[in-house]
C-alpha cells in the first residue's frame, strides 16, 4: 500500500531560495524579479495588496505555473529539473477552497486522505482529529453548501494539513475569517512551525504579519521593494512616525511636499484617507512642521506622532497603503491545489 507523507525535514539552510522569478501575462508582468530566502522552521510573510505579484509568486514555487525568467528552489530541489521531487515536500492553501461542497466535512477529509495513502479507519481518525481541531467537528455531516466562507476556508486548510509536510504555503489563509476565527488560525499555524514546518505566508493584513512571521518582504507591483525582520523593517521607518490629515483633500500634495522639505524624509500618501505618513527620527521637528503648515496655509484635521507599524512601512516604501484596489494577481483565479501526491 501507498505509504503517507510524512513531515521529514529536509536538511538545509533554505527551504526556499528564488533568484529573478518573472512571469508576465500578456502586457502585465505580475512579477518582475523576485527574491526570496526563507529559513527552514520559519515563517515567512509576504505582505501585500491585491495585485502586487503574490499569488503568482507562490503558484512559481509551488511548479503549478512556469517561471518566463529566474530559478528557485525547495530544499535544494529546482521547481524546474524536479517538480516531482518538489510537489512530495510541500502543501499549498489557496485563496479559494479546493473542496467538494456536494460533499461532508468528513467526507471531504476522508478522500483526501485516502489519496495520501491513508487506511480506512486511520483516514476517519485524522479527519476526526482536523475537524475537533479546526473547531468544526459539530458541523462534520453537515452539507458543505451549508458551510460559511470562514467554515470552508477552515476546512481547506485542515485538508492540507493532512500529512503536514515539510514547507506549506498559506495564500492569505484568513480572509474572510472572523476575528476569534483568525486567531485560532494564527495558533494553528504557530503549532505547524513548532512541530517543525515551515511556511510561506502571503497576507493583506498587516496586523498578520506583525505577529506571525520571523521576516517580512514586502512586495509591490511584482517587485520585492523591503525585506527583513519586522523589527528591522519599522526602525527603518525611523524611532518615530508621523501621522496627519488635511481639512481639505486639495491641500494634499502640497502638505506632503512641506512635510518632506521639514522632516528631510519621504512621505506617504493615503489620498483616500487624506493622510500623510512619514518618518520623524527627532520628536522636537513637530513644532517647526506646525509653523511651516501654517506658513504654507494648510489646515489640519488631525496630527500625531507615533511609533512605527508595519502599515507606515508600507505606507512610507510603497507611497500608499497596502489595501487598495488592484486587480488580482493575473493568471491566479484558477484554484491553488491541497496538499500534492
Known amino acids: 500500500m501507498k505509504q ?21 501575462f500578456g502586457d502585465n508582468k505580475a512579477v518582475d524579479g523576485v527574491d526570496l530566502q526563507v529559513g527552514t522552521g520559519k515563517i515567512y510573510g509576504v505582505l501585500g495588496p491585491n495585485g502586487a505579484g503574490k499569488t503568482t509568486t507562490i503558484r512559481m514555487l509551488a511548479t503549478l505555473l512556469q517561471p518566463d525568467q529566474g530559478t528557485a528552489t525547495i530544499f535544494g530541489h529546482n521547481i524546474a529539473k524536479e517538480p516531482h521531487v ?17 460533499l461532508s466535512a468528513t467526507e471531504n477529509l476522508v478522500i483526501f486522505s485516502r489519496l495520501l495513502g491513508l487506511g480506512r479507519a486511520d483516514a476517519r481518525r485524522k479527519a476526526a482529529e482536523l475537524l475537533e481541531e479546526f473547531g468544526l467537528a459539530e458541523a462534520a455531516k453537515r ?35 472572523d476575528p476569534r ?19 510561506l505566508l502571503t497576507t493583506q493584513y498587516l496586523e498578520e504579519a ?17 525585506e527583513g ?8 521607518v525611523g524611532t518615530s512616525s508621523l501621522h496627519l490629515r488635511v481639512k481639505h483633500p486639495q491641500q494634499l500634495e502640497q502638505a506632503r511636499r512641506t512635510v ?36 504654507a496655509g494648510i489646515s489640519l484635521a488631525e496630527m500625531s506622532v507615533q511609533k512605527p507599524t508595519l502599515d507606515e512601512v508600507f505606507l512610507t516604501i510603497t507611497g500608499h497603503g497596502v489595501e487598495h484596489n488592484q486587480a488580482p494577481d493575473a493568471g491566479a483565479a484558477s484554484t491553488l491545489e491541497g496538499q500534492y501526491v
Open 229 to 236: 525582520t519586522v523589527d528591522e523593517l519599522k526602525a527603518s
Open 260 to 295: 518632506e522639505a521639514v522632516l528631510r524624509a519621504p512621505a506617504g500618501i493615503s489620498a483616500e484617507a487624506a493622510k500623510i505618513t512619514a518618518p520623524m527620527g527627532d520628536a522636537d521637528q513637530v513644532a517647526d512642521l506646525l509653523i511651516a503648515l501654517r506658513e
Open 143 to 177: 452539507p458543505l453548501k451549508a458551510f460559511s466562507g470562514g467554515m470552508r476556508r477552515r476546512l481547506d486548510l485542515a485538508a492540507s494539513l493532512i500529512a503536514q509536510p515539510p514547507l506549506i504555503f498559506l495564500d492569505e489563509p484568513t480572509t474572510g475569517l
Open 181 to 199: 476565527t483568525r486567531n485560532q488560525m494564527w495558533d494553528t499555524i504557530r503549532r505547524l512551525v513548532s512541530t517543525g514546518s515551515t511556511v
Open 210 to 226: 506583525d505577529q506571525l512571521a520571523d521576516r517580512v518582504a514586502v512586495i509591490d507591483r511584482g517587485k520585492v521593494v523591503a
Open 86 to 102: 518538489v510537489r512530495q515536500l510541500i502543501g499549498v492553501t489557496g485563496q479559494y477552497a479546493s473542496v467538494d461542497e456536494s
Open 4 to 24: 503517507p507523507l510524512s513531515a521529514s525535514r529536509p536538511k538545509g539552510e533554505w527551504a526556499i531560495e528564488a533568484r529573478g522569478l518573472v512571469k508576465v
